[in-house]
Nanobody
Framework: QVQLVESGGGLVQAGGSLRLSCAASGRTFSTYVMGWFRQAPGKEREFVAAISWSGGSTLYADSVKGRFTISRDNAKNTVYLQMNSLKPEDSASYYC???????????????WGQGTQVTVSS
């Protein structure tokens, strides 16, 4: 079992930056692929980014490529999402997720956090 808790969301102006964090419980964090997803009101949840066990392999949605960076610190059981050049369309609830396996991907994921809200004003 893995429990995930996101933090770092908030209100930011367009063009600004935020860094989301996701703290994971358990001693096997380093064996999980970690991902970030987001869901805006009235829309389906969408994949944002994922990172492999070691952090050596990452995957991004086209909509965030070049602006967002996913990283992880296995010693701290934490995964991060650095979001730069934010746009109003990035506004959503952001969810951290975990799954077993070595390869970062868009799904499926086994464990989910409760989410943190990101609002980008124009």
């Amino acid at each position: 079992q893995v429990q995930l808790v996101e933090s770092g969301g908030g209100l930011v102006q367009a063009g600004g930056s935020l860094r989301l964090s996701c703290a994971a419980s358990g001693r096997t964090f380093s064996t999980y692929v970690m991902g970030w997803f987001r869901q805006a009101p009235g829309k389906e949840r969408e994949f944002v980014a994922a990172i492999s066990w070691s952090g050596g392999s990452t995957l991004y949605a086209d909509s965030v490529k070049g602006r967002f960076t996913i990283s992880r610190d296995n010693a701290k059981n934490t995964v991060y999402l650095q979001m730069n050049s934010l746009k109003p369309e990035d506004s959503a609830s952001y969810y951290c997720a975990a799954r077993r396996g070595p390869i970062p991907g868009r799904g499926p994921y086994d464990y989910w956090g409760q989410g943190t809200q990101v609002t980008v004003s124009s």
